[in-house]
């Protein structure tokens, strides 16, 4: 009887551990990254209901972007560690705002033209648990964002 208790403990305490986060619990250990983070380099952000924190340096002069426009930002993304997984030229890209991460559909009409900060991005709203290339699954992401431009 003892084999057989043991064999269901370790059971047990294996299928525990292979057990991931809920979501709700991956954002909350995000969130905790991020305001460390934010902590650790005397950032003021700014945090919406979703989760993502950006900071405004320059708040710039044009036109706030509507969630489904198409800009063009120059930008460079790294993890919280400073490794760096991507980076535009200075002439920055152009995309659709529909195109691309959910932390930059939501944090890039934070800008107006010719503004730039930072957009610190919860796993969720990046690319989750499934990860993307070089960025591992569950990843918070920081971006440094200069909008340069809506594209007409």
């Given at each position: 009887m003892n084999?057989?208790?043991?064999v269901?403990l370790?059971?047990?305490?294996l299928s525990s551990?292979?057990?991931?986060?809920t979501?709700?619990?991956?954002?909350e250990?995000?969130i905790s990254?991020?305001?460390?983070?934010?902590?650790?380099?005397?950032?003021?952000?700014?945090?919406?209901?979703s989760?993502?924190?950006?900071?405004?340096?320059?708040?710039?002069?044009?036109?706030?972007?509507?969630?489904?426009d198409?800009v063009?930002?120059?930008?460079?993304g790294?993890?919280?560690d400073?490794?760096?997984?991507?980076?535009?030229?200075?002439?920055g890209?152009?995309f659709?705002?529909?195109?691309?991460?959910?932390?930059w559909?939501?944090?890039?009409?934070?800008?107006?033209e010719?503004g730039?900060g930072?957009l610190?991005?919860p796993?969720g709203?990046?690319?989750?648990?499934?990860?993307?290339?070089?960025?591992?699954?569950?990843?918070v992401?920081?971006?440094?964002?200069?909008l340069?431009?809506?594209?007409e």
């Open positions: 084999k057989y208790y043991f269901i370790v059971s047990i305490f551990c292979n057990k991931g986060l979501p709700e619990e991956q954002l250990e995000d990254i991020i305001k460390q983070y934010i902590q650790d380099n005397g950032l003021e952000a700014e945090e919406t209901s989760g993502l924190h950006y900071v405004i340096n320059d708040l710039g002069t044009g036109n706030y972007p509507q969630q489904t198409d063009r930002v120059r930008y460079k790294y993890f919280t400073g490794g760096v997984f991507d980076e535009s030229d200075a002439a890209i152009t659709n705002l529909q195109g691309v991460i959910a932390g559909t939501e944090g890039i009409p934070k800008f107006k010719g730039e930072i610190l991005i796993s709203l990046a690319y989750g648990e499934s990860g993307s290339g070089s960025i591992p699954p569950n990843t992401l920081i971006f440094d964002v200069n340069l431009d809506i594209v």
